[in-house]
Nanobody, 113 residues
Framework: VQLQASGGGLVQPGGSLRLSCAAS????????MGWSRQAPGKQRESVAT???????NYSDSVKGRFTISRDNAKNTVYLQMNSLEPEDTAVYYC????????WGQGTQVTVSS
């Protein structure tokens, strides 16, 4: 299983970004996809997850600002990030859980004026 993430970058506070992550390989149709992030000097934390049936879960820090979605036909997960804050600055990693965790390479998101 391979994951390819894209969409990171530099944005001003209050701005928006959309991350995408495409999974390829032996993808079982029942799985959980999600995004985690790791800021400098901090542990990696889960941001949002979504099941193949569309059930979502968000961390309290992003609830109401971020939206996770997926396209099962494309094995792709998205993270729409609105009202970004400097505290959202981190490397964002996509993941897929099929019996075990598989991780993408990470994409940098920097929120700064």
């Amino acid at each position: 299983v391979q994951l390819q993430a894209s969409g990171g970058g530099l944005v001003q506070p209050g701005g928006s970004l959309r991350l995408s992550c495409a999974a390829s390989g032996n993808i079982f149709r029942l799985n959980v996809m999600g995004w985690s992030r790791q800021a400098p000097g901090k542990q990696r934390e889960s941001v949002a997850t979504i099941t193949s049936g569309g059930i979502t879960n968000y961390s309290d820090s992003v609830k109401g600002r971020f939206t996770i979605s997926r396209d099962n036909a494309k094995n792709t997960v998205y993270l729409q990030m609105n009202s970004l804050e400097p505290e959202d600055t981190a490397v964002y990693y996509c993941r897929i859980i099929i019996g075990r965790d598989y991780w993408g390479q990470g994409t940098q998101v920097t929120v700064s004026s």
